[in-house]
């Protein structure tokens, strides 16, 4: 009787994995729609774009593991390698937040990207106590660095080639609407933590934003994580161009995705792909790097896209809407 009472309340070491819920990225949850866009011309959609999850159980008991590792449908995995020693609930959560947010930030800038929209070069994030920190502040427009003009984000760095620690270097930006200038007095890159590096050192990070007036915003609360990036970017995609995506159909997917739209792996997919066989996709977006994994472990009647970058994931799509064939695992 005590071993019985010990397998059903001591937690062991573990977490467990398993299918979680689906999202349709061109739908609402509780009224509130997932990805919309403000102030510019949009188009309606049909069928769904649904993004995957894992869900992910703290404190499994030892017969909670054994049932759920015995089912098939959930794995176990050391739970430190999700919840780090010394490292809080709260502090994996903000995390997951992070990486969440920054998926959508990249969802964006990808989609506005590929369908040819201008984009800016900001100051995204500032060394407190570098040399740009005196002139800049984050979300400055970076114009012109050491008289270069700045168009992309790898500019900044190039501006600076040739440079030295205590050369003064001129710079323009735009802040709030007005355009200003100033100078840099360039520092050493090891004196503020930065790897060693021979040109001068300002000591901002640059990053891309796309240069329109209307708004895309993405809202869902309680998911973390960055692989729904390429969901939301072909959400984007779908509402600001004629026609429809997924023709009706019921597409799911996962996989973060960078700024310039390359579509990278993922974890989970096995879950993943369960829960969008259980939401009634017919056609699941994989990472290529993921196809592998994927292809010994879809569920039947599941065809597997693969995807390398956004504008490869619209191209397959475009190509089964119209009967022909799409890149496969």
Known sequence: MGLLVLGLFVPVPYVSLGPGPTYDTL?????????????????????????????????????EAVARWVSGRYALAPREEYFKPGVTEEEVQEQNSKLFQDSQSNAEIAALRYLKYPMKVIAQSITSGAPADKVLVPGDRLLVVNGKPITAAED???????????????????????????????????????????????????????????????????????????????????????GDIGDGAVIAGTGEITA??????????????????????????????????????????????????????????????????????
């Open 156 to 242: 900044v760095r190039a501006a600076l080639a040739g440079t030295a620690p205590g050369q003064a270097v001129a710079v323009t930006f735009q802040r709030e609407g007005q355009e200003k200038s100033g100078t840099i007095t360039l520092g050493k890159a090891t004196d503020f933590g930065a790897t060693d590096r021979p040109e001068g050192f300002m000591g901002l990070e640059s990053g891309e934003r796309p240069d329109v007036t209307f708004k895309t915003s993405i809202t869902l609360a309680d998911v973390g994580g960055p692989s729904a990036g390429l969901m939301f970017a072909l959400a984007i995609v779908d509402r600001l161009t004629p």
């Open 260 to 329: 310039q739209g390359k579509v990278d792996a993922i974890g989970g997919i096995p879950f993943k792909m369960i829960s969008a066989h259980e939401a009634g996709a017919t056609t699941f977006l994989v990472p290529a790097d993921n196809c592998a994994e994927a292809k010994e472990n879809a569920p039947d009647g599941l065809r597997l896209v693969k995807v390398e970058n956004l504008e490869g994931a619209v191209q397959a799509l475009d190509a089964l809407k119209a009967k022909r064939e799409a890149p496969t695992c």
């Open 27 to 63: 739908g609402d949850v509780e009224g509130v729609q997932v990805v919309s866009v403000n102030g510019t011309e949009t188009f309606p959609t049909s069928g769904q774009l649904r993004m995957t999850t894992v869900s992910v159980q703290d404190d499994v008991s030892m017969f």
